[in-house]
């Protein structure tokens, strides 16, 4: 790994949250909660290495205020994934991604059991008795006030309820400095007696202009497509992109599946060409009611169209969505998902039996 002095930085859309979550000096315990890509995971960590942050705040980079330093011994433990007063807090599945992996001594813990074949959705009641455990240690930094701890659990709504209960009691009287930071797309999924005892920190879809400029500066071409693609959320449009969903591949889309074909989208996993064809359907149904598409431009969509086929395929869709992640077999899925597209935008229905019995072949 490499020695790291990440010079500060903030998504610039997250300034204005982060200096109000600054302003809540009180607050032990934030809710950031909005939608998923706009970036609650960076503001919960910006957070931290600011609370935890060693620099005087005078002494600190202007703009903006308060972002931690990037440079003292704290920032660089936290570069490094090694601070022992912060807790992160995410589901398996998601560690690899976001770049923080579980605690060794915890994976040691689990009776001795090789690591399971397939990575939790959760957040286990195990992480969080690390977080009753963490709680009840003595800071070993503890930052400029040298009592601050911080736990950041990403994303909240992944605790099921007995993890929830597990950290209610924490959260209610939390000790010393430990602040908590909790993020969550879904704030309606947590448990109402864990966000009652949170300050609620929303967050918005930036504009669209200071998003579209950002996603250009990451070398993206014609970013306000992909962001639009990607409803707003501008590190969803990032994510996607990383795994094929380019702009020339988003507007193609409609064309391929005119001619009966997934074109790129065939490389797209499963789930994220489900996600773009339901937006295409959205957008059809805009558009053959007489309203702006949100997803894809306007010339690329076919005019008119009919509502009974699109409504039936929405709901067709819908279904697929569930079954997502099942482990069928993805080109024969993407066939019949192509087909069933043609079908309700253009109704052509070349195969006998329409699409619905080609979607037989969709049973795992
Ligand atoms: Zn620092």
């Known amino acids: 790994?490499?020695?790291?002095?990440?010079?500060?930085?903030?998504?610039?859309?997250?300034?204005?949250?982060?200096?109000?979550?600054?302003?809540?000096?009180?607050?032990?315990?934030?809710?950031?909660?909005?939608?998923?890509?706009?970036?609650?995971?960076?503001?919960?960590?910006?957070?931290a290495a600011a609370w935890l942050c060693e620099t005087p705040l005078a002494e600190r980079a202007e703009a903006p205020p308060g972002l931690a330093c990037g440079h003292c011994a704290s920032c660089r433990l936290i570069a490094s994934r090694t601070h022992p007063d912060l807790l992160v807090l995410v589901p398996e599945v998601l560690q690899q991604a976001l770049g923080w992996t579980g605690d060794e001594a915890e994976t040691a813990g689990e009776g001795g059991s090789?690591?399971?074949?397939?990575?939790?959705?959760?957040?286990?009641?195990?992480?969080?008795?690390?977080?009753?455990?963490?709680?009840?240690q003595t800071p070993a930094r503890g930052g400029l006030d040298r009592r601050t701890k911080v736990v950041v659990i990403h994303p909240a709504e992944r605790m099921n309820g007995i993890t929830a209960n597990?950290?209610?009691?924490?959260?209610?009287?939390?000790?010393?400095?430990?602040?908590?930071?909790?993020?969550?797309?879904?704030?309606?999924?947590?448990?109402?007696?864990?966000r009652s005892r949170c300050h609620a920190l929303?967050?918005?879809?930036?504009?669209?202009?200071?998003?579209a400029a950002w996603l250009g500066g990451q070398g993206i071409d014609a970013p306000a497509v992909l962001l639009a693609a990607a409803g707003?959320?501008?590190?969803?449009?990032?994510?996607?992109?990383?795994?094929?969903?380019?702009?020339?591949?988003?507007?193609?889309?409609?064309?391929?599946?005119?001619?009966?074909?997934?074109?790129?989208?065939?490389?797209?996993?499963?789930?994220?060409?489900?996600?773009?064809?339901?937006?295409?359907?959205?957008?059809?149904?805009?558009?053959?009611v007489g309203a702006a598409p949100r997803f894809f431009e306007a010339e690329l969509l076919p005019p008119g169209g009919d509502l009974d086929r699109l409504n039936a395929w929405a709901t067709a869709l819908r279904e697929a969505a569930r079954r997502a992640e099942h482990p069928w077999h993805a080109g024969l899925a993407t066939e019949a998902l192509v087909l069933q597209a043609r079908h309700a935008l253009y109704g052509d229905s070349t195969s006998q039996g329409g699409p619905r019995r080609r979607l037989a072949t969709l049973d795992p």
């Not at 997250?14 to 998923?36: I, K, N």
């Not at 994220?272 to 053959?288: N, Y």
């Open 166 to 194: 597990t950290l209610l009691k924490t959260l209610e009287e939390p000790p010393g400095g430990l602040r908590f930071v909790l993020s969550s797309a879904a704030p309606a999924r947590l448990l109402p007696t864990v």
């Open 202 to 211: 929303p967050l918005t879809v930036p504009p669209g202009d200071q998003a």
């Open 114 to 136: 090789a690591k399971s074949a397939k990575p939790s959705k959760e957040i286990k009641v195990e992480a969080l008795r690390r977080v009753v455990a963490f709680s009840q």
């Open 1 to 47: 790994m490499s020695e790291t002095t990440e010079s500060p930085s903030l998504l610039p859309w997250l300034a204005a949250p982060f200096a109000r979550a600054l302003a809540l000096e009180r607050a032990s315990a934030l809710l950031v909660h909005g939608p998923a890509g706009v970036g609650q995971f960076e503001l919960a960590l910006a957070l």
């Open 232 to 288: 707003g959320q501008p590190l969803e449009a990032l994510d996607r992109h990383a795994i094929g969903v380019s702009t020339a591949a988003w507007r193609a889309l409609p064309g391929e599946i005119r001619a009966g074909r997934a074109g790129a989208a065939a490389d797209w996993p499963l789930p994220v060409l489900i996600d773009a064809l339901a937006k295409l359907c959205d957008d059809a149904l805009r558009v053959a």
